[in-house]
Structures are given as C-alpha cells and as structure tokens.
C-alpha cells in the first residue's frame, strides 16, 4: 500500500522555525521526485518547494526563496521541509506529493501520483 505521511506541523510564533517531514511507505522515495504544496484558508492549492531524484535539484517558490530548504534522506524514506523566520502568510495545510517521473517536477499537480494527508502550519502575526 503506497502512502505519503506528512507531519511536523504546528503553531510557532512569526520569526520562527519548523521542519516537516513526508515519509514514504510502499514505495522507495528515492525513485519518486517529491513536492511540497499548501493550501491557505479560502485559497487554491499553490506549490511551495520541491526535489528531484534524478539530479537532487530543488526549486522554491519565489513566496519561500531565502528561507524554505527541501532536502531528502533516502535511508529514512523521507523528505523534509526546513522552514524559518515564518510569516503568518506562510500558514496553511502542508501536503506532500510524489511524482515517479523523477526529474523536477514543478508544481503542476496533475504530475504527481500520490499526496499525503496534509499538516497544519499556522504562524499568527
């Protein structure tokens, strides 16, 4: 059973820090490019960061350029979302998704095949 869990999520002032996590199950997530999404109250979905596995090569939203690291350990299945000096912007609904292509996968989301359940991260001003 192929499945993304998402966690790491929480309340943090602004300015502060978070790591979130996806770890694969089903699957080695080192064959999967991974990507990370959020989805603010009453706004679409929108792309955050994400990595592929062909290269390692990473992208970050122009929103989180600076302060958002998306990086991936393949002994542990899982991929991280280091976040810092967080805006409450930045709060939303964090899911994971994985894509088999392998190569940068973008953020358009019809490319990936499997998502995660999501995590709340709230930064409130």
């Known amino acids: 059973d192929v499945q993304l869990q998402a966690s790491g999520g929480g309340l943090v002032q602004a300015g502060g820090s978070l790591r979130l996590s996806c770890k694969a199950s089903?699957?080695?997530?080192?064959?999967?490019?991974i990507g990370w999404f959020r989805q603010a109250p009453g706004k679409e979905r929108k792309g955050v960061s994400c990595?592929?596995?062909?290269?390692?090569?990473?992208y970050h939203d122009a929103s989180v350029r600076g302060r958002f690291t998306i990086s991936r350990d393949n002994a542990k299945n899982t991929v991280y979302l280091q976040m810092i000096k967080l805006k409450p912007e930045d709060t939303a609904v964090y899911y994971c998704?994985?894509?088999?292509?392998?190569?940068?996968?973008?953020?358009?989301?019809?490319?990936?095949?499997?998502w995660g359940q999501g995590t709340l991260v709230t930064a409130p001003a």
């Open positions: 990595i592929s596995t062909v290269d390692g090569a990473t």
């Open positions: 089903g699957f080695a997530s080192d064959a999967y490019s």
């Open positions: 998704a994985a894509d088999r292509d392998g190569t940068l996968p973008g953020f358009i989301s019809d490319r990936y095949e499997y």
